[in-house]
């Protein structure tokens, strides 16, 4: 098992020629796609807990270094306000 290495939610880059979408992720959660930076904003909440099937299923992308990773910045979070 290994800890969450980032400091809150971070947006995994899918890109394709017809298309690019971000995957937010946070705490080995998927909170959902968007399809720009901007948008990931919307998705960025408190995860409600572990999900060992999540965490199986993102550990190989999130820590490959073969994706793009954005760490998303926790202080752009319109709702923690």
Not at 9 to 36: D, F, R
């Amino acid at each position: 098992m290994v800890c969450w290495p980032w400091q809150g939610a971070v947006a995994l880059k899918e890109q394709h020629p017809e298309m690019t979408q971000y995957h937010i992720i946070q705490n080995w959660l998927w909170l959902g796609a968007v399809n720009s930076l901007e948008e990931a904003t919307t998705l960025i909440r408190t995860p409600a807990g572990f999900d060992h099937d999540g965490y199986k299923i993102l550990c190989k992308p999130l820590l490959s270094g073969n994706y793009e990773i954005t760490e998303l910045d926790p202080a752009n979070d319109q709702r923690a306000s």
